[in-house]
């Protein structure tokens, strides 16, 4: 079971960045996934998750409007794309995959696999 997020870096405040968790070992079209971020020094974030079959979505505050999550099951990966990013969007970036495929949780706890993190550093 392997989860691999990718596509972090150094962006300016305003820029967008993808993100990408590629999934592998397990059949990805039967696990609701969630993306969970951690800044030093802070508590990790819940940030968006996604249900199964993509029917359902959802956002934190902190950054609705400004990121979408998505998945291809077909392909085996979920996005989250992050438009218009702040500085305090800083953080490691976490994909995560719960096995309750119709329940979207923002809980750490109640996801099965965690992928490592990718680094998105927003700065000028």
């Known amino acids: 079971v392997q989860l691999q997020a990718s596509g972090g870096g150094l962006v300016q405040p305003g820029g967008s960045l993808r993100l990408s968790c590629a999934v592998s070992g397990f059949k990805v079209d039967f696990y609701a996934i969630g993306w969970f971020r951690r800044a030093p020094a802070k508590e990790r974030e819940w940030v968006s998750c996604i249900s199964s079959r993509g029917g359902s979505s959802y956002h934190a505050d902190s950054v609705k409007g400004r990121y979408t999550i998505s998945r291809d099951n077909a392909n085996k990966t979920v996005y989250l794309q992050m438009n218009s990013l702040k500085p305090e969007d800083s953080a490691g970036y976490y994909c995560?995959?719960?096995?309750?495929?119709?329940?979207?949780?923002?809980?750490?706890?109640?996801?099965?696999?965690w992928g490592p993190g990718t680094q998105v550093t927003v700065s000028s």
């Open positions: 995560a995959a719960d096995h309750r495929a119709s329940r979207c949780s923002v809980s750490p706890r109640d996801y099965d696999y």
